[in-house]
């Protein structure tokens, strides 16, 4: 999908998009803790680039826990923009936080941010050349040493490893409340519109975006996370 394309995917999805995955929170509750025990060095008033921000899950918890953190969220679905905003105005943290519609590089220029989280969102970007761009673009955007959190898809579908990981994560879709209809959906997307690679894959695109290497923290199914400094 080009950017267009996963634009309204997201519009779509907007209203419903949390509801549809209340059933894995345990997994989002788990990645978030642990994304702030990693973070939790930067300084009292830090400034935190989320990048492809959706709803906000990350940013919300952040936010929580760290109340002197001020957040920019960039996030090119206009409908999944404002669900965020609504919620951060009902926890009464909107005014530490920007929000962007449109992508990374449509964001003007201020000052660096000590720390960026990208959940679930370079996935999206197939040609490797343009993944590594992205990471590119988010470093260029950090302190010296600035900390990146990233997690994405990870699977080796071409062994049998993979594939049992793989019908392990649509059962526990399945058991999360995705409809049946909606797991098949999953499974076309993600040999046709989802950048899936095997585990080793991503930190080495990461590095190539130019950051150090990277750290992995984190894992629940075919999610992945890791973090890495500018330059590290």
Not at 70 to 88: I, Y
Not at 109 to 124: D, N, R
Not at 138 to 159: K, N, P, Q
Not at 183 to 206: F, H, N, Q, T
């Amino acid at each position: 999908m080009d950017k267009e394309q996963i634009k309204a995917v997201f519009d779509q999805q907007a209203s419903t998009y949390d509801e549809k995955w209340k059933g894995l929170a345990a997994i989002n509750g788990a990645l978030h803790l642990l994304t702030g025990a990693v973070l939790a060095e930067l300084p009292e008033e830090a400034r935190i680039l989320c990048v492809g921000a959706g709803t906000g899950a990350e940013l919300l918890y952040l936010a929580g826990r760290f109340p002197g953190w001020r957040f920019t969220a960039v996030e090119p679905s206009a409908a999944m923009l404002d669900v965020l905003r609504a919620r951060a105005e009902e926890q009464g943290i909107a005014g530490r936080c920007v929000f962007h519609e449109g992508y990374l590089e449509s964001l003007p220029a201020g000052e660096p941010f000590h720390a960026a989280t990208s959940v679930l969102v370079s996935q999206f970007i197939q040609d490797r050349a343009e993944r590594a761009g992205f990471f590119r673009e988010i470093a260029a955007r950090l302190v010296r040493e600035g900390v990146l959190v990233s997690a994405d898809l990870a699977c080796d579908f071409a062994t049998e490893e993979g594939r049992s990981l793989l019908g392990t994560w649509f059962r526990l879709m399945k058991g999360g409340g995705v409809s049946a209809e909606e797991v098949e959906r999953m499974r076309g997307a993600y040999e046709r519109d989802v950048a899936v690679l095997p585990r080793e894959g991503v930190p080495a695109i990461v590095m190539e975006g130019g950051f150090g290497v990277p750290v992995p923290f984190f894992q629940a199914g075919m999610i992945h996370a890791w973090y890495a400094r500018v330059g590290g």
